[in-house]
């Protein structure tokens, strides 16, 4: 498959456990955000989004928590399984560049999942 | 299904020779756009597409053209390809809506090789 990237920061997890990524933006203008996972060999799937007049948000599995005031984002993975096993990247969207819509995207982080 | 399709997914080439990577989405988005992915760089934005005939630059558009004829349709082309873009290619697409609303689905990628 295809390498997404090299010398990437990895967190390593044993299945079952809970995991936790962080991201740090830098635009305090930023007022959209997403966590999008990539798996080997693929494009990046959408996991959950956050507005910045929230502070949490769960989904199936997956809580994004926003700290604006430090400018962070984490991402947790409840129960990790060996499926989670990808590259997650954390995006913000600024309002009024790039139509709209553009995205601009952190390195990412490795996420390996031990069995 | 709803899908983002590149083609081809992979490629090599010589640095000079003309070339065109096709992006197609079959769900009636209005916005388009082009990422390139390199190690420890993430994705960036290379150009983007808010409607048919409406096209901008993203963060990193030398070298690069586009067109946007038809709204499914959002080809990338490199003129004279050169080693320095030797990179891992995405196309998103996504309705076209207020700031930040609205998720990128993105291609699986297209791998390109410049000698």
């Known amino acids: 498959g295809e390498s997404v990237g090299l010398h990437l920061p990895t967190l390593s997890v044993q299945e079952g456990d809970n995991s936790i990524i962080n991201c740090a933006y830098s635009n305090s203008a930023s007022d959209y955000f997403i966590w999008y996972k990539q798996e080997s060999g693929k494009g990046p799937q959408f996991i959950i989004d956050?507005?910045?007049?929230?502070d949490k948000r769960q989904g199936q599995r997956v809580t994004v928590l926003l700290n604006k005031t430090v400018k962070h984002l984490s991402l947790q993975i409840a129960a990790t399984q060996p499926g989670d096993s990808a590259v997650y990247f954390c995006?913000?969207?600024?309002f009024g560049t790039g139509g709209g819509n553009k995205l601009t995207f952190g390195t990412g982080t490795q996420l390996k999942v031990e069995l | 299904e709803a899908q983002v399709t590149q083609n081809p997914r992979y490629l090599i080439t010589v640095t000079g020779k003309k070339l065109t990577v096709t992006c197609s989405q079959n769900?009636?988005?209005?916005?388009m756009s082009w990422y390139r992915q390199d190690p420890g760089l993430g994705l960036r934005q290379i150009y983007y597409s808010m409607n048919v005939e409406v096209t901008d630059k993203g963060d990193v558009p030398e070298g690069y053209k586009v067109s946007r004829k038809e709204k499914r349709n959002f080809p990338l082309i490199l003129e004279s390809p050169s080693p320095n873009q030797t990179s891992l290619y995405f196309c998103a697409s996504s309705p076209r809506g207020r700031s930040g609303a609205n998720v990128l689905t993105f291609g699986a990628g297209s791998r390109l090789t410049v000698l």
């Open positions: 956050i507005r910045s007049n929230m």
């Open positions: 769900m009636n988005h209005e916005y």
């Open positions: 995006a913000e969207n600024i």
